[in-house]
């Protein structure tokens, strides 16, 4: 039986949003971010990371150079007692200076490959999930696949303007977000 999840973008929602996060030491948390993934952790939802992850296309990082980011991510958050149970990762960009990764792809956010393919994978109601996001583009995709969206203000906070979308509810960041979350599924009283 399909269940509900929470989606979240990961640069601007989890951790801090530098120009790139290139290196492992570049991957800071926000504060609170690992303490509100442990709240969804305990109330039962899955946590998915949807990100588009350009810097490959560009030539920036490679995809082993993600991967090891992504350990460190796991491991700043297991220091909290918070995990993820997915991280689903677009490398693809039309602009990208790497051939094989310079394409238009549905994997890259506002598409909704990502999002797909972890309902796939993981027998997710997107109807009955939410989509955490900073940017225009996180929401869209959350809209496409039918989801309840919430933008945060952490990150860009929806001023990137690249795309025409308006969240079903806003938060000041992920622990707020969060709470907005299990209200709305009665989680929490």
Do not use: W
Not at 95 to 103: I, L, S
Not at 142 to 170: I, N
């Amino acid at each position: 039986m399909a269940r509900r999840a929470v989606f979240l973008d990961r640069d601007g929602v989890i951790n801090n949003h530098g120009d790139y996060i290139n290196h492992p030491d570049d991957m800071l948390l926000i504060d609170g971010s690992a303490a509100a993934i442990r709240r969804l952790n305990e109330a039962g939802l899955p946590v998915v990371v949807i990100t588009n992850q350009g810097g490959i296309a560009m030539g920036f990082i490679t995809e082993e150079d993600l991967k090891r980011i992504h350990r460190r991510m796991d491991d700043l958050l297991a220091a909290e007692d918070a995990h993820v149970d997915a991280i689903y990762y677009c490398p693809f960009h039309p602009k990208g200076t790497v051939p094989a990764y310079r394409k238009v792809s549905p994997l890259r956010k506002p598409g909704m490959g990502m999002i797909e393919l972890a309902r796939d994978e993981h027998d997710i109601d997107l109807a009955a999930s939410y989509f955490v996001g900073d940017m225009t583009g996180d929401i869209l995709a959350g809209q496409r696949a039918g989801c309840r969206t919430v933008l945060v203000a952490t990150g860009f906070g929806g001023s990137d303007g690249e795309h025409e979308a308006e969240p079903d509810l806003r938060a000041d960041d992920l622990p707020e977000a969060v709470g907005l979350i299990l209200k709305e599924t009665a989680l929490i009283d």
